[in-house]
């Protein structure tokens, strides 16, 4: 089993500021098995992006995916106000797992 | 438009079973290389993907259920459905029926989510 542990828990930001999400697996695995996904309350997940780097129908280009190995990174440039949310990593390597998840908060 | 709706009892009684169903509408759940899956999240955690089935008649579940877990596919409904046994408190969550686009190692479409609560 391949275990997702996401940092930091909670990120604190402002409107205009760029964001960057870490996601870390206990062992290495291939790109093209690992997503990001949006949550905001209420609503179920979307996703955002698949094989680490490749962007969902839809979402704008300020999001991007990146890493390799077992450190991914999801970077929100120029944050808006819908982009606070919480964000998880998944892996589909081995069963699929999610990450814990980051809270984007607004400053 | 794919679009996929949950169904099924809100409230559960402990040692009780259970059962959901989706319906999938836009979209034959049989065609294309899709997999239909169920993933929970309990109030204010993570997401915990339960299990998956192939309308061919492939399934897999997560290690941890896996003894507790059934799905099943109905093609003629259009419609797939959960079964986990001898429920605890622990099963409380929201329950979502989603598209696995297995062979891109993603989860596309989202039902709304069902919550279900396990309580006498």
């Known amino acids: ?107 | 438009q794919v679009q996929l709706q949950e169904s099924g009892p809100g409230l559960v009684k402990p040692s009780q079973t259970l059962s959901l169903t989706c319906t999938v509408s836009g979209a034959p759940i049989s065609r294309g290389s899709y997999y239909w899956s169920w993933i929970r999240q309990p109030a204010g955690k993570g997401l915990e993907w339960l299990g998956r089935i192939y309308t061919g008649g492939t399934t897999n579940y997560n290690p941890s259920l896996k003894s507790r877990v059934t799905l099943s596919a109905d093609t003629s409904k259009n419609q797939i459905s959960l079964q986990l046994t001898s429920v605890t408190a622990a099963d409380t969550a929201i329950y979502y029926c989603v598209r696995d686009v297995t062979f891109g190692y993603f989860f596309d479409y989202w039902g709304q989510g069902i919550l279900v609560t396990v309580s006498s």
């Open chain 1, 1 to 107: 089993e391949i275990v997702l542990t996401q940092s930091p828990g909670t990120l604190s930001l402002s409107p205009g500021e760029r964001a960057t999400l870490s996601c870390r697996g206990s062992q290495s695995f291939s790109s093209s098995y690992l997503a990001w996904y949006q949550q905001k309350p209420g609503q179920a997940p979307r996703l955002l992006i698949s094989g680490a780097s490749t962007r969902a129908t839809g979402i704008p280009d300020r999001f991007t995916g990146s890493g390799s190995g077992t450190e991914f990174t999801l970077t929100i440039d120029r944050l808006e106000p819908e982009d606070f949310a919480v964000y998880y990593c998944q892996q589909y390597a081995t069963s699929p797992r999610f990450g814990q998840g980051t809270r984007l908060e607004i400053k």
